[in-house]
């Protein structure tokens, strides 16, 4: 179990989280420390867990260009010849492998080295982090479930699957360890609801669009799991009813082939949904770059935290 947590948390990833965290909390006047580097790792616990339970749920083959956990604990059961059936041993060990990595953030940062000050003033965003992203992922499972088509429900999905943890919550979480002001807060929660949702609408793409190589995820494999996305309800929205109706008898089909993916991906298209996710995106880092720029932040984080913005909506992974 620990080979299998050190290889996925060590050594894949992209690090966005601690990044924002720390940045956030540079950006708030707090001096550079590696106890404070040690108590941003924590999210990246947070995040591994996550990630484990997302592609048992999802069902995923691979992440990172590896296969995800549960894959590989089932072929450590075939291959030893165990009794019992090999997928049910490999969902036991994912789920217990992510509850582990929950409990280890937990461990990080209580044992990271910041003052019980510092740890009392982050706990409550920590929490609000975790909390946050269980609902987000649920409110994703749900959607699926009942093949909601709305633009507005795709929205509010990503908004707290993937926006408030992926930057607000992070910065807020970093503002909290330095103590920050209102004022800069304020700036933090408005930029990071914009380009976390930016964030999360690039992703959205990047599941039907991306490059398996860069992704480290088969291409269209949102589309086999029936994700419920902004990208696919702006389909679902000018689409005429019997290319609706193609769209709606692919998406979710874990058996769809390349030629289904790319008729999907064509729908998407035509239809100016892949477009319109695009301007949004455009607009959201906008707007998440002007909120940052409403509020003087210490050198050298601001400057940091634009790069990490166009990173995060520019990125092929």
Known sequence: ????????????????RPAFAYWGYR???????DHVVTATAALEFVQASALIHDDLMDASDTRRGEPAVHRQFERMHTGSGWVGEADAFGAGAAILLGDLC?????????RCGISAEQIARARPVFDLMRTEVIAGQYLDVHA???????????????????????????LLFGAAIAGANEEIQAAYSAYGLLLGEAFQLRD???????????????????????????????AFEVADEPTAARLQQGLGNPGLDAAGVAEL??????????????????????GALAALSSVELADPAARMLTELANFATHRAL
Do not use: N
């Not at 929950?102 to 990080?108: F, G, K």
């Not at 909601?148 to 607000?168: F, G, H, I, P």
């Not at 799991?225 to 990208?231: A, D, I, N, P, Q």
């Open 1 to 16: 179990m620990v080979d299998a947590i050190e290889k996925f948390v060590l050594r894949g990833g992209k690090r966005l």
């Open 27 to 33: 950006g708030a006047g707090g001096p550079d420390d």
């Open 102 to 110: 929950l409990t280890w953030s937990d461990e990080l940062l209580h």
């Open 144 to 170: 699926q479930a009942t093949a909601d088509r709305s633009r507005q429900r795709a929205s509010t999905v990503a908004r707290y699957k993937s926006a408030k943890y992926t930057v607000e919550r992070p």
């Open 204 to 234: 959205d793409v990047l599941g039907v669009f991306g490059e398996p190589t860069q992704t480290g995820k088969p291409a269209g494999d949102d589309l086999r799991e029936g994700k419920r996305t902004y990208l696919v309800a702006c």
């Open 265 to 286: 991906r064509e729908i998407i298209v035509t239809t100016g949904a892949l477009a319109r996710t695009e301007e949004r995106i455009d607009g959201l880092t906008a």
